[in-house]
Nanobody, 121 residues
Framework: QVQLVESGGGLVQPGGSLRLSCAAS????????MGWYRQAPGKERELVATITSGGSTNYADSVKGRFTISRDNAENTVYLQMNSLKPEDTAVYYC???????????????WGRGTQVTVSS
């Protein structure tokens, strides 16, 4: 009913930048919070950043001051600008959206398939 498609991952050198995008489509009445999570090999998935429909943001301590989350409510899209990247930022990054469906007006969490970010020289 709802699809999330991420883009923008890739290979970057330490200190470099990447911008991730995630577009939501489908039976969307409203999107409440959107966010980015990541999972490194052998580790659990962890929160990177979230943003409410009103623009309030929350960041993991490890990315504060380096990453910026933003969203375009009209386009149902969330972005993650990642600067000063470090090797420890290497992970698969997943988009999440808390969606109120048009059909039922019930709220569900949806996830994208993930995009790989590799920080290496």
């Amino acid at each position: 009913q709802v699809q999330l498609v991420e883009s923008g991952g890739g290979l970057v050198q330490p200190g470099g930048s990447l911008r991730l995008s995630c577009a939501a489509s489908g039976s969307i009445f409203r999107i409440n919070a959107m966010g980015w999570y990541r999972q490194a090999p052998g580790k659990e998935r962890e929160l990177v950043a979230t943003i409410t429909s009103g623009g309030s943001t929350n960041y993991a301590d490890s990315v504060k001051g380096r990453f910026t989350i933003s969203r375009d409510n009209a386009e149902n899209t969330v972005y993650l600008q990642m600067n000063s990247l470090k090797p420890e930022d290497t992970a698969v990054y997943y988009c999440n959206a808390r969606v109120v469906l048009t059909t039922t007006r019930m709220t569900y969490d949806y996830w994208g398939r993930g995009t790989q970010v590799t920080v290496s020289s």
